[in-house]
């Protein structure tokens, strides 16, 4: 039974590989029973947590102190970077379970064992973002953990600096905008009831934004430079038949489509805040957390940028943070009490200190982000 549950949550891209070399066969053998016996732990731990779900606050301590219960928050992309870091530093806590939710199973499993992660802090779960009948079924499972759902943290994304040709999603969405936005918007938008429904005192929706989106600073002006334009392309289903790839009808950029994308998870945070705030009591935030120079978002870039980007940031602009800092940094914003204002996009100055930053005049356009809220859940099958 347990095993059975267990293997919904198998990456598709395991059965899909299943049918390949000898070789491969036999080194997922492994690996799938590795998999197998880490998800059927983890189920046991849902099972302890379920029990101690509810109410939020545990009066019966011995000592007749109330104990806030664990939170439980989903991060997408925590096999890697930002959403690891940030994974590792919120289960370190002791207060945090974190639902991995992750395209590659395996990889998330090796990755939350190298960072030293208990065991029982966290649980993998697969999601291909490139897939909106993945993240329906992401949903679906995640419902099944019978787990409270109190923080969603939309990190995953894609970068395709080098890319000469735009690539798809399994719904035909241009990759770096189907995966980023209209994936983590599906996502977003089903769990906000599951998040609405959690008795934990302080439930928030954050979307990791980022100073490349907002052309009121430096970075910001680095072409190819964000533009949403009237959002033609996208209205017209970013799928190059028919429509063009980019959100504002323009010829494909790799580069300029993520700083487009990461526009609109800015602008969806917003629109979210004032569609829901009032009635759900959900936070809503985006953030900056700093330049990460060393992770895996550059890899399509060539190695001579790879080379020296992190130098760069860490001597010339200054704006360089590690990966462990930047996990710090948006773990406060999942869980620091001080940091529940909501419809905010938050960023830290040189003392790690966090403050309320300005967005840009695009990505805090009223507007564009109630176009971009009914063009995105026309495209997500919502409406
Ligand atoms: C586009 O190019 C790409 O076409 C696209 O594919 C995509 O990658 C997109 O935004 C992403 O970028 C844009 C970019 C390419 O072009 C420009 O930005 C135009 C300006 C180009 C200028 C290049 C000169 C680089 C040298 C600058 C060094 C100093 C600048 C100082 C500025 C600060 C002033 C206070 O640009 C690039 O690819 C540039 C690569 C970025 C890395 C720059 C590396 C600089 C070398 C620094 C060495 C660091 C060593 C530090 C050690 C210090 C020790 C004390
Ligand atoms: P990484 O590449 O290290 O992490 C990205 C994560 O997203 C990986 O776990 C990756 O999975 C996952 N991912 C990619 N595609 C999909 C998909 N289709 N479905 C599910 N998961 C997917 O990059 P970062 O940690 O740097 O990026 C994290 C966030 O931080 C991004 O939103 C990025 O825009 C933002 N950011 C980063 C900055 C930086 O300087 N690095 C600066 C500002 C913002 P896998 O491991 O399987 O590849
Ligand atoms: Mg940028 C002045 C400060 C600053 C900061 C904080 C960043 C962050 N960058 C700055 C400046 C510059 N960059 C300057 C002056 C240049 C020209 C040399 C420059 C170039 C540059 C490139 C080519 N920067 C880049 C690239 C990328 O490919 C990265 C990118 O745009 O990804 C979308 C990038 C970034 N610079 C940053 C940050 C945070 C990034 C990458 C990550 C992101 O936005 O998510």
Not at 152 to 171: G, I, L
Not at 196 to 225: F, H
Not at 340 to 363: D, H
């Amino acid at each position: 039974m347990a095993l059975q549950a267990a293997t919904s949550f198998l990456p598709s891209a395991l059965s899909a590989r299943k049918e390949g070399s000898v070789k491969d066969s036999a080194f997922l053998g492994v690996r799938l029973a590795d998999g197998l016996k880490l998800e059927t732990s983890a189920l046991g731990q849902r099972a302890k947590t379920a029990a101690v779900s509810s109410p939020s606050v545990t009066p019966a301590s011995p000592s007749g102190k109330k104990t806030l219960r664990k939170g439980t928050a989903v991060i997408t992309g925590a096999s890697s970077g930002l959403g690891l870091a940030t994974a590792k530093a919120l289960a370190e806590t002791g207060k945090w379970h974190v639902i991995m939710a992750c395209r590659d199973f395996l990889k998330a499993s090796r990755a939350a064992t190298a960072a030293g992660m208990d065991k029982g802090s966290y649980t993998i779960v697969h999601l291909d973002l490139a897939s909106l009948d993945s993240v329906r079924q992401f949903v679906k499972n995640v419902r099944q953990l019978e787990m409270p759902i109190d923080v969603v943290v939309c990190n995953a994304a894609v970068y395709q600096p080098t890319a000469k040709e735009p690539s798809y999603t399994a719904d035909g969405f241009e990759m770096s905008v189907g995966v980023n936005h209209l994936g983590h918007f599906l996502l977003a938008r089903e769990l906000l009831s599951d998040l609405q429904s959690s008795d934990y005192p302080s439930k928030r929706l954050i979307i990791v934004g980022s100073i490349t989106g907002n052309t009121n600073t430096l970075a910001g002006n680095v072409p190819p430079k964000a533009n949403l334009g009237d959002l033609r392309g996208l209205a017209g289903g970013l799928n190059g038949v028919g429509s063009s790839v980019m959100i504002d009808g323009g010829e494909f950029d790799g580069a300029k489509a993520y700083k487009d994308s990461k526009v609109c998870n800015m602008l969806t945070m917003q629109e979210f805040h004032r569609r829901y705030h009032e009635e759900t009591g959900v936070t809503f935030a985006s953030l900056y957390p700093g330049c990460i120079a060393t992770t895996g978002l550059f890899r399509e870039h060539i190695p001579l940028f790879r080379l020296l980007f992190p130098p760069f940031q860490k001597y010339i602009t200054k704006g360089y943070v590690s990966e462990e800092e930047a996990g710090k940094r948006l773990a406060q914003v999942v869980s620091d009490p001080s940091l529940t204002k909501s419809g905010v996009y938050w960023s830290w100055n040189k003392n790690s200190a966090s403050f309320e930053n300005q967005l840009s005049e695009e990505a805090s356009d009223a507007d564009k982000a109630k176009k971009l809220w009914e063009i995105s859940e026309k495209l997500v099958g919502l409406a």
